[in-house]
């Protein structure tokens, strides 16, 4: 699986949109980019994931871009609620195992 | 999705004993997986549960001290064999449902402390 390099952390004012980057430089054509949180050492949850096309679901959206060597995770509305570590990752599909990363602290502020 | 049923939640052990952790999924899944995550650590793959064989383990990882089954595609087990206190961490049970769901799902979690 190819490597993601993530911020440490990152500060967010609660209603703002919280933009989380991550970096694959090395990613292959057939890797697709996943992000999870994880709240408070609760097992991960699944948040989104995509290819080559900017992805959009009821918890946030995904910008990947052209060149796919880089990604957002975009939160449009952040709460309080959604202070967590973020991981990104990619993986083959079908090819089973996920390597995470050290992913990023957002620490939603009121 | 898949629910995950993780068992026990939490426990406290004595240095040289072992805790077998269960893992069962409320559907078949094609592929199960043991991760561990140390106090302020990223989540460590262990292995992969493989159905009906011996599991796949990661670098830095044997069975001897992480034994795991997997008798069917809804269960899986994972023993944390003659602990030290370095074993202290959550272990997590995860799965991929499979059948066009490539999602990776997670179970709640043990937090294991050893004392």
């Not at chain 1, 430089?25 to 054509?29: A, F, K």
């Not at chain 2, 003659?82 to 074993?87: A, G, L, R, T």
């Given at each position: 699986d190819a490597k993601t390099t993530q911020p440490p952390s990152m500060d967010c004012a609660e209603g703002r949109a919280a933009n989380l980057p991550c970096n694959h430089?090395?990613?292959?054509?057939n890797e697709y980019v996943y992000w999870y949180r994880q709240i408070h050492s609760q097992g991960p949850q699944y948040i989104i994931h995509g290819l080559k096309n900017n992805e959009t679901n009821e918890m946030a959206s995904l910008i990947i871009t052209e060149d796919r060597k880089s990604s957002t995770l975009i939160l449009p509305h952040a709460t309080l609620r959604d202070t967590a570590v973020y991981y990104c990752i990619v993986r083959v599909v079908n090819a089973g195992k996920s390597t995470f990363g050290d992913g990023t602290t957002l620490t939603v502020k009121p | 999705s898949a629910v995950i049923s993780q068992k026990p939640s939490r426990d406290i052990c004595q240095r040289g004993t072992s805790l077998t952790i269960q893992c069962q999924v409320d559907s078949q899944v094609t592929m199960m997986f043991w991760y561990r995550q140390q106090p302020g650590q990223s989540l460590t793959l262990i292995a992969t549960a493989n159905q009906g064989s011996e599991a796949t383990y990661e670098s830095g990882f044997v069975i001897d001290k992480f034994p795991i089954s997997r008798p069917n595609l809804t269960f899986s087990t994972l023993t944390v064999s003659?602990?030290?206190?370095?074993?202290s961490s959550i272990y997590l049970c995860s799965v991929i449902p499979g059948q066009g769901n490539e999602k990776l799902f997670f179970g709640s979690g043990t937090q294991l402390s050893v004392l």
């Open positions: 430089s090395t990613i292959s054509g | 003659n602990m030290s206190p370095e074993d």
